[in-house]
């Protein structure tokens, strides 16, 4: 299996990655194979979606597996380096120093990324403008309002035009209006690079998304495109209770779209085989 | 030619006074619709109706309009001094409490020495001087000293190379402030045991690097703690019977003559050798 690993200069190839922290198993195997367009991961609270995408942006180190990201093996120092300069990174959650500004926090991480001092201002300005804060440029970050504050956050992954975007909970925080700028942004941004958005609202992928990634308990439970997820909703009986299946089911709530409806019957489909494959 | 679809043959071309009254908007509508239709195919005549409009009213307006978008097209986005970035890449023990805790150690010696007349005030500053770059260092890098950390560690700049620019600017402010405060120090004739004021540099370092060293198998927080704690253990313990005349014998045991100085330069290579092979042991922060 992990002999499949191509010689692809862009996306994301994972073979065998397998997460341990202690005793628990945060990512069992998982096989990935992303290229340009934005891309979806979803899956109920604590499936692992933040452990994958922190091992992706390098931050966190597999305990197995081979990654290639932009077709450079981050295990080695120098190649790791210059994937780093290439990726953004919204994380699930970060701070900041007390005094900066939105323009000196972005222009910090611009420096940290290693882009050229010359194209910082502009560039800066523009990432800023993307996610709509260019009015509260100077304005110090700590006086933003949450939504405002995680919007710094994706202005800070975008301003190095990164061909690998990794963003976990983009949405969380922003309201309806924000939430549908943001994915027309996201839409944009997928022409041209990939970008993995980590989420557990359905619609963000739906709207958003060309290809979900469904991960539960660790594994990937489903892969497809978002049109063969809604239509697995389709064809899947909405009335139907998943009994005996963890409290945090998706099947507790009552799915109303086609998607939502999608989404439960990958998982439960992935938690029948898993069960099955334990007999 | 195919493309002229109107009732003009391919060779007829926009003349003056068809370009000046379209562009004055008095061309009757039919022939304003069969002009533009053959401008968008013929740039000869094209050129002559723009050069047309430019002349007429919407002239001044245009210009107007090129000035406004050059302007802004133009304009230089405003630049983060430079002095920010120094204090960005100083990180974020010298912005917090590290510093006063430094600037008070080097004011709270000279006072105990000058104000209260205390002797053991010089030995005092010399004992707690090359912990005082540990704690920098602890409160510099890492989840549970860096806000921002989560962010860094993804960044080409993140690891060794951020913890080493850090650590450099804790060195910078604490050894001059520190030494020079140990200068400052009353000369008094009584005590000849006490080192002198640079005898504390080559511990700090080693210490500093050691530090850095053990930080990459335990994280940094750990290690200063681990190195800052023993280093306060030699030098205080053995003299607590003594204290706090006793302070200034052992410290001189610890940091004067040319062996014992050897000795701390000698383990600071090592430590920095020992760095340099774990170099990329940083670029993880799971145990930082």
């Known amino acids: 299996m992990s002999a499949r690993i191509g010689a692809a200069t862009s996306g994301v190839r994972v073979a065998g990655l397998t997460v341990r922290h202690r005793r628990t198993v945060a990512l069992d195997a998982v096989e990935l194979d992303l290229d340009t367009g934005v891309h979806g991961l979803l899956g109920p609270n604590g499936a692992g979606k933040t452990s994958l995408i922190r091992v992706l942006a390098t931050v966190a180190p597999p305990t197995e597996g081979r990654i290639e990201l932009l077709g450079l093996d981050i295990s080695a120092h120098q190649e790791r380096t210059e994937v780093r300069r290439r990726l953004g990174y919204l994380p699930q959650e970060f701070g900041y120093y007390p005094g900066f500004t939105v323009r000196e926090f972005v222009s910090y991480v611009a420096w940290l990324k290693e882009m050229p001092a010359h194209s910082v201002p502009r560039a800066v300005e523009r990432a800023v403008e993307r996610v709509g804060l260019a009015g509260r440029l100077d304005a110090k970050v700590k006086t933003l309002s949450g939504g405002m504050a995680r919007r710094v956050g994706i202005a800070q992954a975008l301003v190095n035009e990164p061909d690998l975007l990794l963003l976990d909970e983009p949405t969380a925080g922003l309201d309806p209006e924000q939430r549908v700028e943001f994915r027309a942004l996201l839409r944009e941004l997928g022409a041209t690079s990939t970008v993995i958005v980590s989420t557990h609202l359905v619609e963000d992928v739906a709207v958003a998304c060309g290809q979900v990634t469904l991960i539960d308990s660790g594994r990937v439970a489903y892969r497809g495109t978002t049109a063969s997820l809604t239509e697995l909703g389709g064809t899947a009986d909405p009335t139907a209770s998943g009994a005996g299946s963890p409290a945090d089911s998706p099947q507790t709530s009552s799915p109303s779209s086609p998607i939502e409806r999608g989404y439960t019957a990958a998982l439960r489909a992935h938690r029948d085989a898993v069960t099955r494959g334990k007999q | ?288």
């Open chain 2, 1 to 288: 030619m195919s493309h002229g679809q109107g009732r003009h043959h391919a060779d007829w071309h926009v003349d003056e006074q068809q370009a000046r009254r379209y562009a004055d908007g008095s061309a009757p509508e039919p022939d304003a619709w069969s002009l533009e239709t053959h401008i968008e195919s013929c740039g000869p005549c094209a050129a002559r109706v723009s050069a047309s409009v430019l002349r007429g009213a919407a002239g001044p307006v245009l210009d107007q309009v090129r000035m406004a978008v050059l302007a802004q097209a133009t304009a230089a986005p405003t630049r983060v001094p430079w002095t920010a970035r120094m204090v960005w890449a100083a990180g974020p023990a010298l912005r917090g409490a590290w510093l006063l805790a430094v600037v008070l150690t080097a004011g709270g010696a000279l006072g105990l020495a000058y104000g209260m007349d205390l002797a053991w005030a010089h030995p005092l500053l010399l004992a707690l001087a090359p912990a005082l770059p540990l704690a920098g260092v602890a409160l510099s890098y890492g989840r549970h000293a860096d806000p921002l950390y989560e962010i860094v560690a993804a960044t080409p700049s993140g690891g060794l190379r951020l913890l080493l620019t850090r650590t450099a600017a804790v060195l910078a402010v604490s050894v001059p402030l520190l030494t020079a405060a140990g200068a400052l120090m009353p000369r008094a004739g009584d005590s000849p045991r006490v080192p002198g004021a640079a005898a504390w540099l080559l511990p700090g370092l080693a210490l500093t690097v050691a530090t850095l060293a053990l930080g990459s198998y335990i994280g940094c927080r750990l290690a200063a703690g681990a190195l800052g704690a023993g280093w306060l253990a030699v030098v205080l313990l053995p003299a607590l019977p003594a204290l706090p005349q006793g302070l200034g014998e052992q410290l001189s045991q610890l940091v004067t003559g040319p062996g014992v100085q050897g000795g701390w330069a000698a383990a600071a290579v090592v430590c920095g050798g020992l760095l340099a092979v774990r170099r990329s042991s940083f670029d993880h922060m799971e145990r930082l």
